[in-house]
């Protein structure tokens, strides 16, 4: 066992993760905290540059299957007039798609690939990672059973992708303190409406202080109606969070819905497809601050372990998988060295994840909202009136850049899991 790579966590990231290592030939063990994974969650977006590496993996046309391939981004103001809409993926000229899909049902099928292709008994779901420490050759890892009794093992490196309170990234850096809050607060659900517009389209509506956003995660049903992803945001004055997050803590409609009812925009109705949810998720918009260091001898962080960054830019899940595919790739040029794999896919991960967060902060794409909402409050008659072209396109193209998934760059460049000096 001691030739393993173990990972901690069975998300997105280091189900990706497993599969591209031992893709690359590398064994691989998985552990996860939660007994079962259900398909748990809401919407997300994977965008064209994370699509490109799950195909070289297999599992893009089957995840394309299951969402929506999505054809436009459009945003709007709090009235619903059209501020800017760009095309996404195929649309757009990559050679990928972006495919919005549940976020359950991806993390479902990374599973199921997991199981077929490095075996079921290497995934150990209900099993925690409680601490770990160097050992010689590797590292020795302690994990904490459901039944509560502790197990260890030894392992050639540790890969902790266990999400934004990383048992990991606490025990490297103990003194961080909790996530750093912006004062917004996310309420998040899916409900079966009709179409939103041509049935592809992401929307976002609103400002920094209010905001809506929606889009599919399904193709249309017999019925005609599609699973809809929306996700309404306030934001109130900063302070230290009351409690810990939760992604699962159901949400009241009370405390959001009465401040979006005036937004019945003739093609979506606000209200009414919130009142459509079975259940809505109330979640504060968190990150942290970069981090100067990731990997630690056989020690390295993943995902949002690594780099939690705001939801904003559709860039959380996507990032994850380019951590996955880099991190492969640095394993497979340093193979006789993986503690030096380790170090370079840090210089190369943590500076460009970096400045996504702080781009994030900034608000990423949606700062054209703000721009027309400061300049124009109270409406247009022509949004060249209010802001041009030019300005909206070089905020859109910026981001792209910054993420990595600019059209000409992206489809130009090799894969990421190559080996990499």
Request: net charge neutral; proline share 7%.
């Amino acid at each position: 066992m001691q030739s393993e790579i173990a990972i901690a966590g069975a998300g997105i990231g280091g189900l990706t993760a497993a599969l591209s290592l031992a893709d690359a030939g590398f064994a691989v063990r998985v552990f996860e905290s939660v007994p079962e994974l259900r398909p748990l969650g809401v919407g997300i977006n994977l965008l064209p540059h994370a699509v490109r590496e799950l195909d070289e993996l297999g599992l893009a046309g089957e995840l394309e299957a299951a969402g929506v391939a999505c054809s436009e981004l459009a945003y709007t103001t709090k009235r619903g007039q059209r501020i800017w809409a760009e095309p996404r993926g195929l649309c757009a000229g990559y050679r990928w798609p972006q495919i919005s899909i549940h976020r359950g049902v991806m993390q479902l099928a990374l599973l199921r690939a997991a199981r077929e292709r490095i075996g079921a008994e290497r995934i150990e779901l209900g099993a925690q990672l409680e601490r770990f420490a160097p050992h010689p050759g590797g590292v020795r890892v302690k994990l904490r059973e459901r039944a509560g009794g502790l197990r260890e093992l030894d392992a050639r490196l540790l890969v902790a992708a266990d999400g934004i309170h990383s048992t990991a990234r606490r025990a490297l850096w103990p003194d961080e303190g909790p996530p750093c809050w912006n004062g917004a607060v996310m309420w998040r659900g899916v409900a079966r409406a009709a179409p939103l517009l041509d049935g592809r389209t992401m929307i976002m509506s609103g400002h920094t202080a209010q905001k809506f956003v929606c889009y599919p995660i399904e193709r249309p049903g017999a019925d005609g109606r599609q699973l809809l992803n929306f996700v309404a945001e306030l934001r109130f004055p900063a302070g230290p969070l009351a409690e810990r997050e939760d992604w699962s803590k159901r949400g009241e409609l009370a405390d959001f819905l009465p401040r979006f009812a005036a937004w019945r925009f003739g093609w979506l109705d606000v209200p009414e497809l919130v009142r459509a949810a079975d259940a809505v998720f109330v979640y504060p918009m968190v990150d942290r601050d970069p981090l100067p260091r990731w990997s630690f001898g056989p020690v390295t962080l993943l995902g949002d372990a690594a780099h939690p960054m705001f939801p904003i830019g559709s860039n959380g899940a996507s990032q994850a998988i380019l951590d996955a595919r880099v991190l492969t790739g640095c394993l497979r040029h340093h193979a006789g060295d993986p503690e030096r794999a380790l170090s370079r896919y840090d210089e190369i991960r943590r500076a460009a994840t970096a400045e996504i967060v702080l781009a994030n902060r900034r608000q990423g794409p949606e700062a054209a909202m703000q721009l027309v909402e400061e300049r124009a409050p109270g409406g247009f008659a022509a949004i060249g009136d209010v802001v041009s072209d030019v300005e909206l396109a070089a905020i859109a193209e910026g981001y792209k850049r910054i993420a990595g998934f600019s059209v000409a760059e992206l489809n130009e460049r090799g894969s990421l899991a190559a080996p990499t000096p």
